[in-house]
Every structure is written in structure tokens, then in C-alpha cells.
């Protein structure tokens, strides 16, 4: 007779028991939920990508809502910012960012990390480009990143020295960096990707997603060092753009204003003196003077 199948649970359950730095409780609780963690963010990330694609195919968000069970408002409030690439991540990282990737598993090695933090993804991106750049104007330097990051977090003992998977955080940074691509770029220099089907990803795109997130281990690191994040915010603006463009609104359009003179007699307020203003018009003491005779006079007896 063959062997039971191993159940996804059981599975799990394994992977648990592997990742544990010892058999103590505490580790395989500590290790549970770091693989509950992981499985949530893969969980949010394949429905991310799923509604992007019905999005696509022409689906309405009442539809979506109807199926995921929340309302169509919902939905779009859930959704509609992460849906803007429907295409993985690996897709889309240029030659620069990919440069910067090999460092920042450079790094991690070398920390004898378990993982690819965002902490090393800061230190990979000073390797080539314009993050590299930005970050060196703002006195950040791979050895700054280390020692601050030695000293803000407790390094897992026994971590993986060779080739060490991206955390959650990580790969989570990588997803904003294709969503700030996918928006599209401002430096007329560096080329608009927002037409193309599989904009580039390049390390600027990465530096704003790590500087942004004001929870993420890259941002403890730079707050902790004193950076100026208004400063990398204010250099990534000269090269890409943060926010969507959109239309202007039509309640934010301002009321024309009223012309210079009286509204009714269009004598300027030399001839007449004082105008009453109100929105879009302007009424001179003469004309208020006529306008009350003129309702004293059609007034019923």
C-alpha cells in the first residue's frame, strides 16, 4: 500500500518545525508566524493580481464586489491602487535594479541574514544609478546601513549564509517599486514608461518604495541614521513621478471672478462708490436704491 498524502496542514506544519532555530516552543511559535505572515502576503498579492487581470478583461467593480462579497466601493477602495500592473514582478527589473538586487543578496550573505531584509535592499540600490546617487548626497553609506542595522535588529542565529530567499517586507518594497514604474516617469531624460506594457523598473523606483514606507526596516535604518527623507522624496520627484497624474477635479475649479464693475449698471466702483459683492456679481448703491423701488411699486395693494 502507498503513503497517505501529505496534507497542505501537515506540510506547513513541517516547514514550521524546519525553520525553528531550536524545538522550544517559543521558536516554533516565532517561526508559525513568520510563515503565516509570508502566506498572507502571497494570498494578497495573488488576489492583487487576479482582479487586476478582471479588471482588464472589462469586469466592473460591482461584479468583483459580488464575488468577493464586499460592496463595489469596497472593492475599489481595496483594489483599485494595487491594480495598476497585472504582470509579476520579475518581469520588469532593468539592468541597473538587477545590479543592485546581486548586491543586496551580497549583503544579506555577508550579515549572515536568514533573509533579504529592505535593510539590504537600501544598501544593494548604492551600488549603480540614481539612488546610488541620492543616497550618497544624503550621507548614507553600506557601512552606515550595517552597523545601524546590526544595531536595530536581532540577527537570527544559525540564519542561511548562501543565497538567502527575499522576507515579505522585501519582496513587498519590490511590488511598490513596479507600482511606481507602472505610474509612469517625470524626467524627460529617463523615458516614460507609462505607455508600456512592461515599464522598467530601475533602482530609483525601489529607493521610493524603501523611503516612503514609513514602517519598513529601510526607513528605521534612514530615520535612525537622521536622513532627510523630505530630501531623497524632493530628488526622486526629478526623476520620477510619486502619484498618479490626474484630472482636476471639477468642484476644485474656482469660481470665475465677478467682473470689475456694478453688475447691473457696469459703472466701476470710481462712479459708484461701494459694491456689495456676492459670488459672481457685484451690485452698486444705485441699483439697490432701484431694484427697492422697483418691488415697493409691483408690490400688491
Not at 549572515?112 to 553609506?141: F, K, P, Q, S
Not at 528605521?220 to 526622486?236: C, F, P, Q, W, Y
Request: contains cysteine; neutral net charge.
Amino acid at each position: 500500500m502507498g503513503m497517505a498524502p501529505v496534507s497542505a496542514f501537515e506540510h506547513l506544519l513541517d516547514q514550521v518545525r524546519q525553520r525553528a532555530a531550536t524545538p522550544a516552543a517559543a521558536d516554533r511559535l516565532d517561526a508559525a508566524v513568520h510563515l503565516s505572515a509570508q502566506h498572507a502576503a502571497t494570498a494578497d498579492r495573488l488576489l492583487d493580481h487576479v482582479v487586476a487581470e478582471a479588471r482588464a478583461a472589462g469586469m466592473s467593480w460591482t461584479d468583483i464586489g459580488a464575488r468577493l462579497g464586499v460592496s463595489k466601493q469596497a472593492a475599489r477602495q481595496r483594489f483599485a491602487d494595487r491594480a495598476i500592473p497585472a504582470l509579476p514582478f520579475a518581469a520588469r527589473p532593468g539592468p541597473r535594479l538587477s545590479a543592485c538586487l546581486r548586491q543586496s543578496e551580497v549583503a544579506a550573505t555577508a550579515a549572515g541574514a536568514a533573509e533579504i531584509g529592505t535593510d539590504h535592499l537600501l544598501a544593494g540600490l548604492l551600488a549603480e544609478g540614481v539612488a546610488a546617487a541620492i543616497l550618497e548626497r544624503v550621507g548614507v553609506t553600506a557601512e552606515a546601513i550595517r552597523s545601524t542595522a546590526d544595531r536595530l535588529f536581532d540577527r537570527p542565529a544559525g540564519g542561511v549564509v548562501d543565497a538567502p530567499p527575499m522576507s515579505v517586507e522585501a519582496v513587498c518594497a519590490l511590488d511598490g517599486a513596479a507600482h511606481f514604474a507602472a505610474v509612469g516617469d517625470a524626467g524627460s531624460d529617463a523615458g516614460n514608461d507609462a505607455g508600456n506594457a512592461e515599464p522598467e523598473v530601475r533602482p530609483e523606483h525601489l529607493l521610493a518604495a524603501l523611503a516612503l514606507d514609513p514602517g519598513s526596516r529601510a526607513r528605521r535604518v534612514l530615520n535612525s541614521l537622521g536622513t532627510d527623507i523630505a530630501a531623497i522624496k524632493g530628488e526622486l520627484q526629478c526623476h520620477i513621478a510619486l502619484q498618479p497624474r490626474r484630472p482636476a477635479r471639477w468642484w476644485k475649479r474656482r469660481t470665475p471672478a465677478p467682473p470689475a464693475g456694478c453688475s447691473f449698471c457696469g459703472r466701476t466702483p470710481t462712479a459708484t462708490g461701494r459694491l456689495v459683492n456676492s459670488p459672481g456679481a457685484r451690485i452698486c448703491g444705485g441699483c439697490v436704491e432701484l431694484a427697492q423701488e422697483i418691488l415697493r411699486t409691483k408690490a400688491p395693494a
